[in-house]
T-cell receptor
Framework: GAVVSQHPSRVICKSGTSVKIECRSLDFQATTMFWYRQFPKQSLMLMATSNEGSKATYEQGVEKDKFLINHASLTLSTLTVTSAHPEDSSFYIC????????????FGDGTRLSIL | AQKVTQAQTEISVVEKEDVTLDCVYETRDTTYYLFWYKQPPSGELVFLIRRNSFDEQNEISGRYSWNFQKSTSSFNFTITASQVVDSAVYFCALSERGYSTLTFGKGTMLLVSP
């Protein structure tokens, strides 16, 4: 089946650091990728939607300058948390889909981000 | 606007019991898709099922079964003869197309004890 690889799986870093998370579709072309955030014991909240080759669409309340999303190819999207602070600590999870084949979203394994 | 309600926050059962997880949805679309995902303690989301709004047939996959009732806007999930490995958070989700943005419910944590 379709595989989405997310890296790294866990990050622990100091406040003020920028952190980049990669999301790759391994065996299909991901025309659209989604980035979600999940706080402990809560549901997944969509942060942004990115289509290959165009700017990401951010959900209300998500700072685009804080969470930089790049979707430069059909197999890779990156989320960069700039100047991360403790309140950015969360579980970030990406998903990918190929709209042309009406594929459901396939999720990466997530990245647990801890900012000290 | 779309909305998914999972009223059960946490369910505890003993192994081999049957358990049903409820999901009620709201949408103005006539075409939509419903999903169930499993999130074990390790965090990854495991896709379980996708059902479109035109297919009301119930589905069975091993110990899992799903009951889709458009009349009550419900898409309930039943695990038969539960096992400890079924312990996880289960999310019901809705999208207007099979591949588009998902609206998730708040999830139901299922604890299966030996």
């Amino acid at each position: 089946g379709a595989v989405v690889s997310q890296h790294p799986s866990r990050v622990i870093c100091k406040s003020g650091t920028s952190v980049k998370i990669e999301c790759r579709s391994l065996d299909f072309q991901a025309t659209t990728m989604f980035w979600y955030r999940q706080f402990p014991k809560q549901s997944l909240m969509l942060m942004a939607t990115s289509n290959e080759g165009s700017k990401a669409t951010y959900e209300q309340g998500v700072e685009k300058d804080k969470f930089l999303i790049n979707h430069a190819s059909l197999t890779l999207s990156t989320l960069t948390v700039t100047s991360a602070h403790p309140e950015d600590s969360s579980f970030y999870i990406c998903s990918a889909t190929d709209r042309s084949s009406n594929q459901p979203q396939h999720f990466g394994d997530g990245t647990r981000l801890s900012i000290l | 606007a779309q909305k998914v309600t999972q009223a059960q926050t946490e369910i505890s059962v003993v192994e081999k019991e049957d358990v049903t997880l409820d999901c009620v949805y709201e949408t103005r679309d006539t075409t939509y898709y419903l999903f169930w995902y499993k999130q074990p303690p390790s965090g990854e989301l495991v896709f379980l099922i996708r059902r479109n709004s035109f297919d009301e047939q119930n589905e069975i996959s091993g110990r899992y079964s799903w009951n889709f009732q458009k009349s009550t806007s419900s898409f309930n999930f039943t695990i038969t003869a539960s096992q400890v490995v079924d312990s996880a958070v289960y999310f019901c989700a809705l999208s207007e197309r099979g591949y588009s943005t998902l609206t998730f419910g708040k999830g139901t944590m299922l604890l299966v004890s030996p």
